[in-house]
């Protein structure tokens, strides 16, 4: 084990050759396992600052009606997919009698950080989390596991740590939009996708790679580009769209990258769907509000949130192994309207 990560129940189990359940036994001071053994397992867990959540454990062993409180971290608020994810962690929540705190990282490292060591301090059951763009090192959420604090993550998961995850089918999402562009005509297919690393963003370059690779279109470096927001598709598209060999589509990581990119089309003079097709991924609201109404790979952010509330909440009652590490993924569903021909 790498002295800088925190310890968990399992490395302890691992340390005295014993199962999970064994090593939370004798931290509950169970005699159903030998003393001798108890007091080592406790004595190590001291050293290396292991302690159980009081209220998940609460959630197990008491008989009166314990605090069910769920922290979650979005990136944001106003993304409509966040915010869809919100109200199916709500529904599936209130329906257990659970409750849940709501914050938002800002795609900020340090204030991720400084979330989960609030959520800690209010003792919370268990952590549901999409990670902000800038984190890169993970031992916020180690310290979580750490503390026996249940911990899932959706949409942006992390590769560094190993916890439960929900996701949706980002790489067929993309396959498939892909291949709706070229079947209807498009040849040359821009890739606005996300900045940084998250692997969401993998997954849909992935996509589209592939979709082209399958209908014998070489991809071309020179249409990939980092985008992903409205703003700056407003900026990069003029570009783009003055070069002679300029694209004839455009698969875009969400919806309000792709509404800039149909907004500056137009404006520049073009017809859309009939000289750029544009396609989208989220199906918000937004995606209806424009003209034409946009064609996009819908995310199904309500039954994502369901999806990682129920694993949660049932790691926490142990009605699940809590070592078991459950990845779930929802599919998507490809919504054909105005913006492709």
């Given amino acids: 084990m790498n002295d800088c990560q925190a310890t968990t129940m399992k490395d302890i189990a691992e ?13 509950n001071g169970s005699t159903r396992v030998r003393k001798d053994k108890r007091d080592a397992i406790c004595e190590y867990a001291k050293q290396h600052d292991f302690y159980p959540n009081n209220i998940a454990k609460s959630l197990r062993n008491s008989k009166r009606e314990p605090i069910k409180l769920i922290g979650v971290i979005v990136p944001e608020f106003t993304h409509y997919y966040f915010s869809s994810v919100l109200t199916g ?6 329906a257990r009698g659970y409750r849940i705190i709501i914050t938002m990282s800002k795609e900020s490292y340090e204030r991720e950080v400084q979330i989960c060591q609030m959520f ?18 993970y031992d916020h959420f180690k310290l979580l ?14 590769t560094g740590i190993n916890a439960s995850l929900v996701v949706v089918d980002d790489y067929m999402g993309a396959f498939k939009a892909v291949t709706h562009l070229i079947e209807t005509g498009c040849k040359r297919i821009a890739f606005y996708g ?11 370059y992935n996509g589209y790679r592939d979709a082209l ?23 990069l598209t003029p570009e ?19 509404i800039g990119v149909m907004y500056t089309a137009k404006r520049m003079g073009f017809n859309i769907p009939d000289d750029i097709s544009v396609c989208g991924f989220t199906n918000g609201n937004r995606a209806v509000a424009c003209d034409p109404m946009l064609t996009t790979v819908e995310q199904r952010g309500v039954e994502v949130g369901k999806e990682a509330a129920t694993i949660l909440m049932d790691q926490v009652e142990r009605l699940t192994d809590p070592d078991k590490i459950e990845k779930r993924v929802v599919r998507t569903r490809l919504v ?6």
């Avoid at 596991?145 to 899932?152: D, E, S, T």
Wanted: glycine share 8%; net charge neutral.
């Fill in 120 to 137: 800690e301090a209010h003792q919370v059951c268990g952590v549901i989390v999409s990670q902000a763009k800038e984190t890169m090192q």
């Fill in 213 to 235: 690779l399958k209908a014998g279109i070489t991809p071309d470096d020179n249409l990939i580009i980092a985008c992903d927001n409205r703003e700056d598709a407003e900026k």
């Fill in 194 to 204: 996300m900045k940084g690393r998250a692997e969401i963003g993998k997954n849909r």
């Fill in 15 to 27: 340390k005295f050759g014993v199962s999970v359940s064994t090593v939370s036994r004798a931290l």
């Fill in 240 to 258: 783009m769209l003055e070069r002679n060999d300029r694209p004839d589509g455009f698969f875009c990581v969400n919806d309000d990258t792709a």
């Fill in 336 to 341: 054909v309207r105005g913006s492709s021909r």
């Fill in 145 to 158: 596991q750490n503390k026996g604090i249940a911990l899932v993550f959706f949409d942006r998961i992390c």
């Fill in 89 to 94: 962690i709500e529904e599936a929540a209130a």
